[in-house]
Each structure stands twice: as structure tokens, then as C-alpha cells.
């Protein structure tokens, strides 16, 4: 009689763990997909996907799934970030595709099963690219940009389109960075009432609160670089033409470029070579012929900094001081690597080339638009610069929080044809390389310059616009060279990030520099959605 009790309990116990078990709470955005459980704070990294579709551990299908869950769970019904503004709805089927394909042994490349989300200024066939624009928010492309076909060849899946600045911050004065017309005020993760910065803030603020592995953003001055170091992930500005841009909504010519953003030095560098590329519809893609890789991985290697030497440029100190005191332990740090520093107080020898720069992108800027327009076919809702202007005008939601003086200053100019151009545009490249980053490489003998990136994130103010304090993405970007930020710290909460800028194609070794500090340091932690 005694046994068969015991064996009663046992078997009552047994159930009461059984409906524990299939009763058991799962927390919003934790999704559960046969035998692969995506937890909601697992941060993936492009090895970590390529390990798991190769030992069977994880499957496209499942990872896509989890990403647009999390974008659903997070973006659009958690703290609002308004990082996406549209999602892809044939990320599953290309997911399940690529599922297939590693059933047969195929493997499309070193970004296969990737989910990535583009900033919405870069043409994708599928999807409508806005530019941020409510004048654009039913423009289909009709072909992918060049880099969006790269992707899809190197094996990514395209997530979705990242919210921006509209039209990349370069609209008009007084604008707030991450603010849109299609997709409202994106927020900053780690503070919601605090900005993003820009203009590739949704990209940016959707790695840092991994709706995605990667996300590309692009750059004229700062918005890759700024955006990544305000919300604590990884940014790289490649120099100006390894990269095509080719199907991208433009501003210069001169200045702009693609580039990704991730949580990783390891997985930027994995991204660029898949995106790198001579691209006969961009000539200035023909320069890179020769300096470009497919591999960016090869230039881990270094133990240490020793007989590098790294200018410190000092332009940043005493704007903020907090940040100081994170930039002077970051150069402490790369002194304990092996690095000798060297103090640069001084990169432009005038202000004259931020006048000549600002000109030049002007000039740039109408015959590019007006080449996108055009490239949009005749049935587009905006043909030029003009009609785009007037559209403004007429929307309240465009004009509501600020201006377009910008665009009206471009529309007057006479474009990239002129005298006037030309004139500027010799005098902002003497200026930035020759007289520049150039002259203070070689007078000092340097591997890199390292910087503050930027200071904390600002309250976004829709009456009064960004509150810049510092920043030292201009060097790099104005003469179209590379530029890097990584993590280095926290002012309370709010990340601050270092920036590694060098020569013309020196993407590997400021890749090698960056990763070595980011590995002695392991600054990054997740965003923690805070209120105030």
C-alpha cells in the first residue's frame, strides 16, 4: 500500500512539473522556434550565425523570424525607437531559400543568413527608399543600389529599411537628428529622451538594441561616425570610394560614402570587404582598384601597439569634461598597448576649408538630386530639386519642427560645372589632404590619429535642434579618408566613443588598431531603455 502512494506522488509531482514546464511565462521578445530558443539578450555575431547554420544549431528561417519579432516586440510596441521604418516581408522566403541552399552545400558568402537593415536612402527593388521623406514614401526604385546587390550575393538577408535624418540631416538649420517625416523621432536606447544623432541614426540605434547583426549607414561628416559612437557600437567611414554609390540618394559627390555598423570591430570588418568594389557606375570606385579587399579579417593581427606611433589630436579638450577624462584613459590605454603618442594639436591650418567644403556640397548637392530623380524613371512623384522644394511647402508635417534652407541654398547654385565649383572643391581638398591629415602624418611620422568621437547624447529639442559640443569627424571627412569609432565608455549612462582616422585606403590598419583596443577595453554593454 505504502509503494503504491510513493509511486502516486511520484507521478503527481511529475505532473505538477510538466504544466510548470509547458506553463511557463516567456518574456516579451524571447521567441522559441523548435529546438532553437533566440533569448532576448543574446547579442549574435556573424561568426556566431555562421557557426550555428553550419552545425545545424540554428537556421536562417529561425533567425530572420526572431529579428522581425524583436523589431515588432521592441520598436514598434515596446519603447518606440523608431529605429525601422518598414520591414521586408520576403525576409522569410529569402531566408528559407537560404536555408536550402546550405541543405545542398552552397554558401552564398561570408554574410549568408545575415539579417541587415539599410538606412533609407539606399535603393532597394523590393522595397520603397524614402530618404526619409513623405515626398518619397511610395518611390520603388527600379533596381537595387549597388551595394544592396553585393549584400545579397555575399548571402545577407535585407531586414528592413533604418529610419534617418531626413534627407541625411541636410534639409535645413535647426533640424534634430533622427527626425523624419516617414518615420517620426528616433530615440536613443541606453536614454529615450535623448538624441540618436545622425543622420544614420536608425541604423545606428538598431544594432545598439539588436533588431539586427548589422546595418549600413552612410556619411557626408559625422553620420556614421556620430550616430555609432552616441549609441555604443562600431562604426567605420571608409575612405571615399571603396564603397560605390551607385542607387544611393546623394549629397556629395566628394564626401559621401556607405559604410556598416555593428557591435563589433570583427563584424565591420567582415561586412566592408563584402561591400567593397570597383562599380563602373561610380568612377570614383575606379581609384580603389588595387586598394581594396575582400577580406578585411587578415588585418587582425596585432599583439600589441608596439612602434606604432598615434597622434592625439587635441582640437576636443576642455568642450566637455567628462569626456576628457575617458579620452585621457583611452591614451593611457594605448600607451600600455605598446603605442608612442604623439600630441597634434592642430590638423586644418585654417577654418576656410569647412566654408569651401560646405560650398562644394552645395554645388554637389542639386546635380545629384536632380540625377537620383531623374534615375527614378517618368512616372516619379518628384522629378527635381524644384518640385521637391514646392511638395515641402505644401506638407505640414515636413515643415513643422524646421526648414529647408538647405536645399533652397543648393537649388540656386550653378552646379558641378562651374567655375566656382571647381574652385572651391581644389581649394577643400588642398586644405583637408595635402595641408591636412597628410601633413600631420608625415611631420609626425604617424600609423593613425585617435579622438573623442563626440560628446554624450543631447536631449532631442524639436524647437531648438542638436546641441553639438564636439566632435572630430571633419579631418577624415572632408577629404574623403577613413575614420573609425569604437567604445570608449560611459559618461552615467550615455556611451562616448573613440575615433581612429588615417590616410587614404588605411581601412586595415585602422581596423587592426581599433580591434586591439576594443578587446583590451570591452567597453560596449547593452542599452537598458531608460526613462526620465
Known amino acids: 500500500m505504502r509503494l503504491i502512494q510513493i509511486k502516486f506522488l511520484v507521478v503527481i509531482i511529475f505532473l505538477l512539473l510538466v504544466c510548470s514546464c509547458n506553463n511557463r511565462s516567456i518574456p516579451k521578445g524571447d521567441t522559441v522556434f523548435g529546438q532553437v530558443a533566440l533569448i532576448e539578450n543574446k547579442e549574435y555575431s556573424i561568426t556566431d550565425l555562421q557557426i550555428g547554420y553550419k552545425d545545424g544549431s540554428l537556421s536562417v528561417e529561425s533567425v530572420v523570424q526572431f ?20 520591414t521586408n516581408s520576403n525576409a522569410l522566403k529569402m531566408a528559407r531559400q537560404l536555408d536550402q541552399d546550405l541543405l545542398k552545400g552552397l554558401y552564398r558568402g561570408p554574410m549568408h543568413g545575415v539579417p541587415v537593415l539599410l538606412k533609407d536612402n539606399i535603393d532597394t527593388y523590393d522595397l520603397p527608399t524614402t530618404g526619409g521623406s513623405r515626398a518619397l514614401r511610395n518611390s520603388y526604385p527600379l533596381d537595387d543600389a549597388y551595394i544592396t546587390k553585393k549584400l545579397r550575393e555575399a548571402g545577407a538577408i535585407i531586414l528592413g529599411k533604418a529610419n534617418l535624418s531626413e534627407w541625411a540631416n541636410f534639409r535645413g538649420e535647426n533640424s534634430s537628428s533622427g527626425w523624419s517625416g516617414v518615420g517620426g523621432q528616433t530615440k536613443n536606447p541606453y536614454i529615450l529622451d535623448r538624441n540618436p544623432c545622425g543622420s544614420s541614426s536608425g541604423s545606428a ?74 562599380d563602373p557606375l561610380d568612377d570614383r570606385t575606379v581609384l580603389s582598384d588595387g586598394n581594396f579587399y575582400d577580406n578585411y579579417i587578415q588585418f587582425i593581427r596585432a599583439k600589441d601597439l608596439k612602434r606604432m606611433r598615434i597622434g592625439y589630436y587635441t582640437g576636443a579638450d576642455g568642450k566637455n569634461s567628462d569626456v576628457d577624462v575617458l579620452t585621457n584613459r583611452a591614451v593611457n590605454k594605448m600607451k600600455d598597448l605598446g603605442a608612442e603618442i604623439i600630441e597634434v594639436d592642430q590638423i586644418f591650418l585654417n577654418d576656410e576649408i569647412n566654408y569651401n567644403a560646405f560650398q562644394v556640397m552645395l554645388h554637389e548637392y542639386k546635380d545629384g538630386l536632380n540625377d537620383y530623380f531623374a ?24 515643415m513643422d519642427f524646421y526648414g529647408q534652407e538647405y536645399l533652397e541654398m543648393a537649388a540656386v547654385m550653378e552646379g558641378m560645372e562651374s567655375e566656382d565649383y571647381f574652385k572651391h572643391l581644389e581649394a577643400a581638398n588642398l586644405g583637408s589632404r595635402v595641408n591636412g591629415i597628410d601633413r ?19 536631449k532631442t529639442d524639436h524647437a531648438n535642434g542638436d546641441k553639438f559640443t564636439l566632435g572630430s569627424s571633419s579631418p577624415a571627412a572632408i577629404s574623403g579618408y577613413p575614420s573609425i569609432t569604437v567604445p570608449m565608455g560611459y559618461v552615467d549612462e550615455l556611451p562616448v566613443g573613440l575615433s581612429i582616422f588615417g590616410r587614404q585606403w588605411s581601412e586595415g590598419e585602422l581596423i587592426d588598431i581599433a580591434y586591439l583596443y576594443e578587446q583590451a577595453t570591452k567597453h560596449r554593454r547593452a542599452p537598458k531603455y531608460i526613462e526620465k
Open 375 to 398: 534615375s527614378l524613371g517618368p512616372d516619379a512623384a518628384i522629378k527635381n530639386l524644384t518640385e521637391l522644394i514646392e511638395f515641402n511647402m505644401n506638407d505640414k508635417v515636413e
Open 205 to 278: 540605434v538598431a544594432v545598439a538594441a539588436n533588431l539586427c547583426v548589422i546595418a549600413i549607414g552612410t556619411e557626408t561628416n559625422g553620420s556614421i561616425v556620430c550616430p555609432s559612437q552616441a549609441n555604443g557600437v562600431v562604426g567605420i567611414k571608409p575612405t571615399v570610394g571603396l564603397i560605390s554609390r551607385n542607387g544611393i540618394i546623394p549629397i556629395s559627390w566628394n564626401q559621401d560614402t556607405a559604410g556598416p555598423i555593428a557591435r563589433s570591430i570583427k563584424d565591420v570588418a567582415i561586412c566592408l570587404g563584402a561591400l567593397a568594389g570597383v
Open 440 to 458: 600631420v602624418m608625415d611631420a609626425f611620422n604617424l600609423d593613425a590619429i585617435m579622438a573623442p568621437s563626440g560628446s554624450p547624447a543631447w
Open 67 to 86: 529579428y522581425l519579432q524583436r523589431i515588432e516586440n521592441i520598436d514598434d510596441s515596446g519603447p518606440l525607437l523608431n529605429a525601422v521604418i518598414t
